[in-house]
């Protein structure tokens, strides 16, 4: 038989949120590697193996699985959210880059899903409804100095912004310094939405303004959501408000 | 009977990569607003009704379902991808905005999807493996200053760039535009991907330098994805090759 690695996606974390296309991929495989937590949330057949690791070990889990593949196993890398943002599928291409010839030629399918961006915004608003971008505050893989500038660039082009990786107990200090960095370039009514778990059972979303946004409210589990100088809060009775980002820019409205 | 509006986002197109909680929320609805190539994904029960509109019609179509919503109906406003993303869900968030007070009133649901990005991204390999952004080059609800500001920002920041809406009949010069300035910041080699229907059975992925890409592979199924100076290229025996940007930066390979 000839091994085939296929790069998960299984969304938010709740079930009605995962594709068919990732459910099928899940059932056709039968070696799973991937960070305990999201492993957990797959129901597996008897004759399927887990591998659990944690999720600092990327590289490592990228390479057993193509090794494992390689022998010939159907091998499943499984991701929250989508496997292409800040996730597995980056890490097996690396793995793939500076490893065995034999590997290039291994089958190799990605299946997206729904990135935690996309959930929060949904249970928001439409704060992504004009040009953003997804910005990793993990200064593990590269230098905070980097990390500033492209929020001050980002900010100042006035593009909305998604933290992924926003704290840990490993780094705790750098969601606040990237909330000062954003208070010296957009205005301090700036709507952020702290956007936890969505979709999920425990979900927790609020939304602050920029000067009252505090990096407490934030855990691994959070995707931080900036909005842009044109961002708005449309204010609803016995409803949560809607944030959005307008379609136009600079039109009257 | 009271009214409810749903947004929905479909996904790219390709019936597996629709999430159930999208498919449930199409069969609780009873009629149907969206632009019509859209709207002929759907397989449409009897008792539902669809009202199509072109895709240059959003504002009035918002503010039609919130009307159908507002009697009492199930609505549902069906997007391509992702509602959120350059879609219908900022389009209904600005209705709601400057509509009657009973509109803030309605029960609103956004149902998130695989936006056009993590489709083609999925096929290419991990192109949105590190920080990047969307951006519409639609110049009709923004002045194009703007739009060229914004890329040169991003380009140089070192963010992976994903173009929407790229080209049109009535937008031609637009994405050759963009390659230009993009040119003069990023190195030619930098590799660019068209990724065309990605998922559906008319796809069409291809990578060029950005030294070689020629607007005219674009049309307005295509999402142009353009990497950053770290993004690399994997070349593999009998398949197409890899595109990614690694998970890190600086740091020595």
Partial sequence: ?????????????????????????IAAS??????????????????????????????????DALMTA????????VSGGDPGVFAMAAAVCEAIEDGP???????????PGVTAMLAVAARAGA?????????????????????????????????VIALYNPISKARPWQLG??????????PWT???????????PDEAISVVSLADADPAKAD???????????TRVIERPNQAPLVYSPRSLGAPK
């Fill in 190 to 200: 700036t709507p952020v939405i702290f956007g936890r778990a969505a979709g999920r």
């Fill in 30 to 63: 039968h070696v799973f590697f991937g960070y305990g937590p999201y492993l957990d949330r797959l129901t597996l057949r008897d004759d399927q193996r887990r591998v659990a690791s944690d999720n600092r070990e990327e590289l490592a889990r990228a390479k």
């Fill in 1 to 25: 038989m000839t091994g085939k690695l296929t790069i998960v996606g299984t969304g938010p974390g709740n079930p009605d949120q995962t594709t068919p296309e990732a459910v099928n991929a």
């Fill in 70 to 77: 390689a022998w010939g196993e159907q091998v499943c890398v």
């Fill in 220 to 230: 691994m589990a959070t995707c931080v959501v900036i909005g842009s100088p044109e």
């Fill in 127 to 159: 704060p992504l409804g004009h040009d953003f971008c997804a910005i990793s505050l993990s200064d593990n893989l590269k230098p905070w100095t980097v990390i500033e500038q492209r929020l001050r660039a980002v900010a100042t082009a006035g593009l």
């Fill in 101 to 111: 010839p034999a590997w290039r030629e291994l089958e190799l399918s990605i299946v």
């Fill in 177 to 186: 310094s990237a909330f000062s960095i954003l208070r010296e370039v957009l």
